[in-house]
């Protein structure tokens, strides 16, 4: 919607990237609205803000007429799944920084609350190497983890779709705590956990509504003492049967996939191996990107007992 759509029209949106993967081996798509800056979307949402900038690299964007014209990109994408078989999660990512690099990402919401951020232009996380992380919002406050919610629940609610995801890789910063001292803690740590027991419960009761469940999805960093470090209490999450699906790994990985595999389905939840683009640069990028590396990626996470493999921010065409 933002780079690729030609023309504010359902036909041109699918034809980017979704045509063709009828009949594949595709069984399901993970749309990501975008959520860049805690709350610009590309779907028609009245909890935050449709992203309209056309200007520099976002010069093409056609969200906002694709609305208009009555072609939601999330609604047009979940459709098209549904008559094809595939289904369709909704990806949020949790704390995507990127509105640190473009202003045009940066939300009227956070302009209001300058206090949720974790730090300023001049001031910026002591712990934390990206530059552009001072953007990110803080889960330590109410504020944030309620505004969280409603993103979710707007979408469960007004879309059809076969589940959610929440994207805590993109970006892997969540508390003050640990942007600034290092690493969160219990209190952190509970602080999500409860959030993820109220969207557990809100998706589940929208489950009955319809008559059909709406899967909870998360994508986290492979190691759970990594994720423990950052607030994410992912052996509590499986314990507390708070996720159906988990997509663990990105632009780094710290353990062989088999050791997720094996905490994944010791409390009976698929885990799918998540292969990123590179971001290696040069030639030995270059040979990260063919098709025979992403095969041989593949085949190592199906030999260690991967339910799954998940491709992300993935637009090469081979």
């Known amino acids: 919607a933002v780079y690729q759509c030609p023309e504010p029209t359902a036909e041109a949106l699918l034809r980017a990237r979704t045509v063709g993967l009828e009949g594949s081996h595709v069984d399901a798509i993970f749309y990501c609205t975008w959520c860049s800056g805690f709350g610009m979307f590309t779907h028609n949402t009245r909890i935050g803000e449709v992203f309209s900038a056309k200007s520099g690299i976002f010069r093409r964007n056609m969200a906002p007429e694709l609305i208009a014209a009555g072609a939601d990109p999330l609604k047009v994408m979940v459709e098209w799944g ?13 704390n995507d920084v990127h ?11 956070k302009k209001e609350h300058p206090q949720f951020l974790m730090g300023e232009p001049r001031r910026r996380p002591s ?32 879309y059809d779709v076969d589940g959610i995801e929440l994207d805590f890789f993109r970006h892997p910063i969540l508390f003050w705590r640990h942007a600034w001292q290092g690493q969160a803690g219990d209190e952190e740590r509970d602080m999500l ?11 589940e009761q929208r489950g009955l509504e319809r008559g059909r469940p709406i899967l909870v999805a998360v994508r986290v960093p492979d190691s759970p003492g990594y994720c423990r470090a950052i607030g994410i209490d992912i052996e509590r999450w499986l314990r507390e049967g708070l996720i159906d699906l988990m997509i663990v790994g990105g632009y780094f ?66």
């Not at 712990?127 to 309620?146: L, N, P, Q």
């Not at 956990?193 to 998706?203: D, N, V």
Request: hydrophobic share 40%; with cysteine; proline share 3%.
């Open 82 to 94: 549904h008559r094809h078989e595939i289904q369709v999660f909704w990806s949020m990512r949790i």
């Open 99 to 109: 509105d640190g690099a473009y202003p045009e990402l940066f939300p009227r919401w």
């Open 127 to 158: 712990k934390i190497r990206d530059g552009r992380a001072w953007t990110a919002v803080d889960f330590t406050h109410s504020e944030v983890r309620e505004r969280a919610f409603r993103f979710v629940e707007e979408v469960c609610q007004r």
């Open 193 to 203: 956990t409860r959030l993820m027991r109220r969207i557990r419960q809100m998706t």
């Open 253 to 318: 990985r710290l353990r062989p996939w088999g050791k997720s595999v094996e905490l994944g389905h010791r409390y009976g939840v698929p885990v799918y191996a998540c292969l990123s683009e590179s971001r290696i640069a040069g030639q030995a990028g270059a040979e990260r990107r063919r098709a025979e590396a992403y095969r041989a990626r593949a085949m190592d996470a199906w030999s260690q007992g991967a339910d799954g493999i998940y491709l992300f921010n993935f637009n090469y065409i081979f």
